[in-house]
């Protein structure tokens, strides 16, 4: 008999269309479309990155020519393509579109919106971006970009063999649907595709030691939530010892994750650790490899750049600015859309897998640090070697100008002098200068409407 600690864990059934057919189940629309959709992913995650990139440029054409003949802000933009003859174009043609900032889209409005989305794409629905960047955007996607989204969040639990039947809980930013139900403490399915165990939500914003509590009394198999939340719980739970029981994997979304994280899950909740990355305007990007921890970009869902601050292409190794254009969205079509943030190109994995690789998302352009001479450096400030000059609970560096930099602190007590000057002299290390240093001490650092928190911003040539 087979093992059955060895099957399969997403096993699951799907909701059914047919009464009385339980196994094999006929599923039912859209259940029967994301598993169309996952039967292709999962074929072509293996092809090889040429055949990959062949497929992704025909769609391209695709989205190309209905934004050339239906988007006004496309129609000068596009006319250098004009010359590429139907299933020629190449990334070479594509460099030539100008590239797509935040700045664009929000002057552009509604004349980035196509005025004929064909009708079998599905209900149009709007999407606005939190504004972390200080620019928020709303964008329109179809009712195919969400079967594309379901199928591509169907294939992060299937890579990491996430149990369908399990309990999930979710610890985010909550607005619509999801704060409902956690005002009601109710639970939905969180497995697209397929019947599945609970998933309860619960507010970001609420104090980490009431988090800690209901994820305790919940119990998960799995949570959901973003890195430095995780980080806060982690701490809160070593020290009060109050912890979940059955937690098997936690999977972060939506910061960049410090992979000092991974350690600390495992030796607190002895829990694995997933990453994700992804925006509210282009869905899913990227996914954590199931046997590494660098990330897959989702070729089949858009096509991505990393790119030199000239707009030349990276290579492996290096890290550049991220321009990515979604293969499907024909309702505010989003070509080369210069997304804001910073990743490291990696070589092929060795998974085989032929999804281009990166190594690791470094964040945003204000989460970099601007030196006296004007050069700009992503600052880290490792809390294992922080913890033993202080004991610091939270913090925030905030750079002003090329002089003065702002560390906000949360504190456990009020700091020695001799702990005060410590911590200013390793942040200094930190920071690459001698800068000068205010320690602001606050009871707590608030997140921001969006629910991301970040270690570091500069107000530099913001």
Not at 14 to 31: D, H, L, T
Not at 248 to 267: G, K
Not at 274 to 301: K, M, N, R
Not at 346 to 359: F, I, K, T
Request: hydrophobic content about 40%; glycine content about 8%; proline content about 7%.
């Amino acid at each position: 008999m087979n093992d059955p600690a060895k099957q399969p864990q997403g096993v699951g059934i799907p909701p059914m269309a047919c009464p009385g057919i339980v196994w094999p189940a006929i599923p039912e629309s859209p259940a029967a479309d994301i598993l169309a959709l996952q039967y292709q992913l999962d074929r072509t995650q293996w092809w090889p990155a040429k055949t990959l990139l062949a497929a992704q440029l025909g769609q391209l054409e695709q989205l190309i020519r209905h934004a050339a003949r239906t988007v006004p802000f496309y129609g000068e933009r596009l006319k250098s393509l004009e010359d590429v003859k139907p299933g020629a174009l190449t990334s070479e043609d594509l460099a030539r579109i100008p590239i797509l900032k935040r700045a664009d889209v929000q002057a552009a409005g509604d004349d980035l919106l196509s005025h004929d989305i064909p009708g079998d794409h599905g209900a149009v629905r709007i999407v606005r971006t939190s504004g972390s960047t200080g620019r928020p955007i709303t964008v329109r996607v179809t009712g195919a970009t969400g079967l594309y989204g379901a199928a591509l969040n169907l294939r992060y639990h299937l890579w990491h063999g996430r149990a369908f039947s399990a309990r999930v809980c979710c610890i985010r930013n909550l607005a619509g649907v999801s704060a409902k139900l956690a005002e009601n403490d109710e639970a939905t399915g969180w497995a697209p595709g397929f019947r599945s165990g609970e998933m309860f939500y619960f507010d970001i914003t609420r104090r980490v030691g009431e988090q800690l509590d209901w994820l305790a009394d919940k119990d998960p198999d799995y949570l959901l939530t973003f890195p430095t939340n995780l980080k806060a719980l982690l701490r809160q739970s070593h020290e009060s010892g109050v912890k979940p029981q059955k937690l098997r994997q936690v999977a972060t979304m939506s910061e960049t994750l410090d992979p000092a994280l991974r350690e600390s899950c495992r030796v607190v909740w002895n829990a694995a650790l997933s990453d994700s990355y992804s925006s509210e305007e282009l869905g899913l990007i990227a996914l954590q490899c199931p046997d590494h921890t660098h990330y897959h970009l989702q070729a089949e869902s858009l096509f991505a750049e990393v790119l030199h601050e000239d707009g030349t292409p990276c290579g492996p190794g290096q890290t550049g600015r991220l321009v990515l254009t979604d293969l499907h969205n024909f309702a505010t079509p989003l070509i080369r859309y210069e997304i804001g943030d910073y990743a490291e190109i990696g070589e092929a994995c060795p998974c085989g897998r032929g999804l281009p690789v990166l190594n690791r998302i470094t964040g945003r352009t204000r989460n970099m640090l601007t030196l006296p001479t004007g050069d700009k450096v992503w600052p880290s400030f490792p809390e294992n070697r922080m913890m033993p000059i202080a004991p610091i609970r939270q913090f925030q560096i905030i750079q002003h100008d090329l002089r003065r930099v702002e560390a906000r602190l949360v504190a456990a007590r009020q700091l020695t002098d001799d702990e005060a000057g410590r911590l200013r002299i390793f942040l200094a290390g930190c920071l690459g200068h001698d800068f000068e240093i205010e320690l602001v001490f606050v009871d707590e650092i608030a997140r921001p409407a969006g629910g991301k928190y970040e270690d570091f911003i500069s107000r530099v040539d913001l």
